[in-house]
């Protein structure tokens, strides 16, 4: 009876302490963590030493499936492999491109928070091919769309030699047949180096290990555009071959490769795509234009329907809101994409949407809109929602309703045997993929399950409020009140 009266006690305590006990479901916790910065620190300019590696099979737009590891000398020298293949496991090699060039860090972008422009200088260019049939395919690039000097790249007849390296770009002898690969090393142009503590896995161990990832600028949705686009965005990030996560598997293989012995990651199988659930982003996350932004979703698999937040902000770190977008509808049955192995096609329809303004700047940008174009004229204030179903979208935020897009998903396993949903790369040029010709055949950063079907009743608390404050300052979350906390004391005191 005692100890029943302390418990009491204690749980009163804390109903009465100043700062009130708080429950959040996990979606809201990664949520919450991402906003606080994720305990992410990033350098300008980056210190790029060493060498770089890609922490998984890579897929470009295309799609190209690839891995690459780049060594960065301290006197401004770099060499990069590229390593491509069949497959989007990267198990099936199908050539290799070695790298040599010079790279020159400049000012912090204007255009980009957060990142560093920089000048390059590519020295040599060389391909190694794993197979005859790369070989041949390759050559018939070359040799139909180069330019002088390159298309007698190879003769239609040239037998595979393994180990073979053929030299697409010289500096000195001015040649360049790279244009056929759809290769740019643009890429360059756009640095930024993030570092993170992670705590140790094993549970023995106390305390964290340094995680270096470096963010090289993206490539251009359309193929036709990637020779000279100029990045404003990332791709999937590579991480440090000394301060990597742990466990990494595909970092040991990549390292230890060369042109020579391309790495050759474990075959993966298919995973049936299996959306029901909560997701959330892993990192705050940057799209081409400049956006900031981090995303959760929810998907309803016995009615095939969804809803999706998408909270975007003016910095790097995803700190400073500056407006959020809750959207709704349905999706169709995916089926196995014809175009990207592994990938799974849908459709989604996009029926509902709400907009909350988080800044001065945006609720005069809303204000300023042509009048019936995004919800009631001169009505917008900072926190507070307003749907734009009647409007049919907002204009001034791209958005129309309703409105179909075609996607591109895949889901996955990581080494921590978290679920993980890719979905389709959005167009570079800002549009929607609204139309099959425009389906994507590349995919954003990965989603991570943050609750299950079973899970879903624990999205109760509304992520609008995300961001808002109370009147202390403190970020609005519901405490467990303080009736609930004395019943909660009556009852263990019926026990005894």
């Known amino acids: 009876m005692v100890r029943s009266w302390w418990l009491a006690g204690l749980l009163v305590a804390c109903a009465a302490a100043e700062q009130p006990l708080r429950w959040e479901p996990r979606c809201r916790q990664q949520l919450r963590h991402l906003q606080d910065g994720a305990g992410i620190a990033a350098r300008l300019p980056p210190r790029l030493e060493g060498r770089w590696v890609s922490t998984g099979c890579e897929v470009r737009p295309g799609p190209e499936f690839l891995t690459r590891s780049y060594l960065f000398y301290a006197n401004r020298l770099f060499k990069a492999y590229q390593f491509y293949y069949w497959d989007p496991s990267c198990h099936e090699p199908s050539y290799s491109l070695v790298i040599k060039g010079k790279l020159r860090l400049r000012q912090a972008s204007w ?45 239609p007849g040239r037998t595979w030699a393994p180990g073979a390296l053929y030299e697409l770009l010289s500096a000195k002898t001015e040649r360049d047949c790279t244009a056929a690969l759809g290769f740019a090393m643009h890429e360059l142009s756009l640095v930024r180096v993030e570092k993170h503590y992670q705590p140790l896995l094993q549970p023995q161990q106390s305390g964290s290990q340094l995680v270096e990832e470096l963010y090289l600028g993206d490539i251009h949705t359309e193929w036709g555009e990637r020779l000279h686009y100029r990045p404003t965005g990332y791709q999937r990030p590579m991480q440090s071959a000394l301060h990597h996560v742990h466990p990494c598997p595909a970092c040991g293989i990549i390292y230890r490769a060369d042109e020579h012995h391309p790495p050759i990651l474990p075959s993966r199988a298919q995973l049936s795509m299996q959306l029901s659930g909560s997701w959330v982003s892993t990192h705050c996350e940057v799209r081409p234009a400049v956006l900031f932004l981090t995303r959760y979703f929810i998907f309803h698999g016995n009615n095939h329907t969804w809803e999706g937040y998408y909270y975007h902000y003016s910095d790097p770190l995803c700190k400073q809101p500056t407006f959020t977008i809750y959207a709704s509808g349905h999706y169709t049955q995916g089926i196995p994409s014809s175009k990207v192995r592994g990938g799974t096609e849908l459709a989604f329809k996009v029926t509902q949407a709400r907009v909350t303004p988080m800044d001065q700047v945006t609720v005069m940008m809303l204000n300023s809109s042509e009048p019936g174009s995004c919800g009631l004229t001169s009505s917008w204030s900072a926190g507070v929602e307003q749907d734009i179903t009647p409007t049919n979208g907002c204009l001034a935020l791209g958005i129309k309703l309703p409105h179909t897009e075609y996607e591109l998903f895949k889901t996955e396993h990581d080494t921590k045997d978290r679920s993980l949903l890719y979905v389709g790369e959005r167009p570079t040029d800002g549009s929607s993929p609204d139309s099959p010709d425009k389906r994507p055949t590349s995919y954003q950063a990965p989603l991570v399950q943050c609750a299950g079907a079973s899970e879903e009743f624990s999205n109760y608390v509304s992520l609008k409020y995300l961001g808002r404050k109370d009147a202390n300052g403190n970020e609005a979350l519901k405490p467990l009140p303080v009736a609930f906390l004395l019943f909660l004391a009556l009852l263990f005191l019926g026990w005894d």
């Open 111 to 155: 255009i980009t928070r957060g990142a560093t422009e920089a000048d390059y200088h590519l020295h040599k260019v060389g391909i190694v091919f794993h197979s005859q049939k790369a070989m041949q395919e390759v050559a018939s690039w070359i040799n139909q769309t180069s330019g002088k000097g390159c298309s007698g790249f190879l003769p």
